[in-house]
């Protein structure tokens, strides 16, 4: 059974920093894409970023670039969210989700549909 479990949400002044962490596990990711979603209280989940778990490319939302970076730990089945340069308009849960790439390994989806499976999502809020 796969599981998605995200952990280091919070609650941040505005500049803060937090990171977050979602540990995977019940099979291997070594196809998929992992990315990160947020959904703020009364707006639709949206794309955050992502990383390709085979061979490591990256992707941005426009308005968490430079911002906000994601990694993974192959050996730790764990992917993370490093934050930074916090602003109140990024307060949201943040969920962790895992998509199997079945064509180009380089290019990694952004769309909702597109991921097999879902965390259950942390909470960020930041503070003005």
């Known amino acids: 059974q796969v599981q998605l479990v995200e952990s280091g949400g919070g609650l941040v002044q505005a500049g803060g920093s937090l990171r977050l962490s979602c540990a995977a596990s019940?099979?291997?990711?070594?196809?998929?894409?992992m990315g990160w979603f947020r959904q703020a209280p009364g707006k639709e989940r949206e794309f955050v970023a992502a990383?390709?778990?085979?061979?490591?490319?990256?992707d941005y939302a426009d308005s968490v670039k430079g911002r906000l970076t994601i990694s993974g730990d192959n050996a730790a089945n764990t992917v993370y969210l490093q934050m930074d340069s916090l602003k109140p308009e990024d307060t949201a849960v943040y969920y962790c989700a895992a998509a199997q790439m079945r064509g180009n390994l380089y290019v990694i989806p952004r769309k909702l549909k597109d991921y097999d499976y879902w965390g259950q999502g942390t909470q960020v809020t930041v503070s003005s």
């Open positions: 990383i390709s778990w085979s061979v490591g490319t990256t």
């Open positions: 019940g099979r291997t990711f070594s196809r998929f894409g």
